[in-house]
């Protein structure tokens, strides 16, 4: 069975402050999404990581993916609250067939 | 303009109901999918339909159907509610099914569902 985990789960986090959340899968997948949620909004994309080696940067976030690790960062860099909401990554298998993660709940204090 | 929109946005209602969730998408794309998400926002893929026809569907109860009038419309029909349905349903659209490339997906706003 596929898996898609995200550490952490909860991440709070001071402002100013950098830190990575981990996206970790269990198949081959070439291509990786990250997706932020503000509460009770949909999701916005952020993201789209097409090959192994490829580094995406906007504003205070960067995301990387090493597809033979299987894995994906999102690093935030000097934190601000705006960038508080649920940070989540999706792997695509074969068939367009998206599987998300768990989710990183980050909330940034001032 | 609303890329992809979704009717009702929120949606109350007893035990053993049937309800329907409404989407459109006005971005030309091929592909549309539900997801459920729970109340620990964990996403699951429910369906997805390309150029009207299902190709992907989950393990999910036969209580759920999609239906496509036409490729800009992604309908949920829902029958005999039950408690464990009460989720966050969202609908979303890509280009077409192609196993490379850039087909990002767009999420419409999400349908609150309460069953009581």
């Known amino acids: 069975e596929l898996k898609v985990e995200q550490n952490p789960l909860f991440l709070s986090m001071q402002e100013g402050k950098n830190y990575t959340i981990y996206c970790n899968y269990s198949t081959t997948s070439d291509r990786l999404y990250w997706y932020r949620q503000d509460p009770g909004k949909s999701l916005e994309s952020l993201f789209v990581?097409?090959?192994?080696?490829a580094v995406k940067q906007e504003g205070r976030l960067m995301a990387s993916l090493d597809t033979k690790a299987r894995l994906s960062t999102l690093h935030i860099t000097a934190a601000v609250h705006d960038l508080s909401a649920t940070y989540f990554c999706?792997?695509?298998?074969?068939?367009?067939?998206?599987?998300f993660g768990t989710g990183t709940s980050l909330t940034v204090i001032p | 303009d609303t890329a992809v929109s979704q009717t009702p946005k929120y949606l109350v209602t007893q035990m053993g109901n049937d309800k329907s969730i409404k989407c459109e998408q006005n971005l030309g794309h091929d592909t549309m999918y539900w997801y459920k998400q729970d109340s620990k926002k964990f996403l699951k893929i429910m369906f997805s339909?390309?150029?009207?026809?299902?190709?992907i569907n989950e393990t999910v109860p036969n209580r759920f159907s999609p239906k496509s009038p036409d490729k800009a419309h992604l309908n949920l029909h829902i029958n005999s509610l039950e408690l464990g349905d009460s989720a966050v349903y969202f609908c979303?659209?890509?280009?077409?099914?192609?196993?490379?490339?850039?087909?990002?997906?767009?999420f419409g706003p999400g349908t609150r569902l309460t069953v009581l």
């Open positions: 339909y390309n150029n009207k026809e299902l190709i």
């Open positions: 979303a659209s890509s280009h077409a099914l192609v196993a490379s490339g850039n087909n990002e997906q767009f």
């Open positions: 999706a792997v695509v298998v074969a068939g367009n067939q998206f599987y």
């Open positions: 990581l097409l090959s192994n080696g």
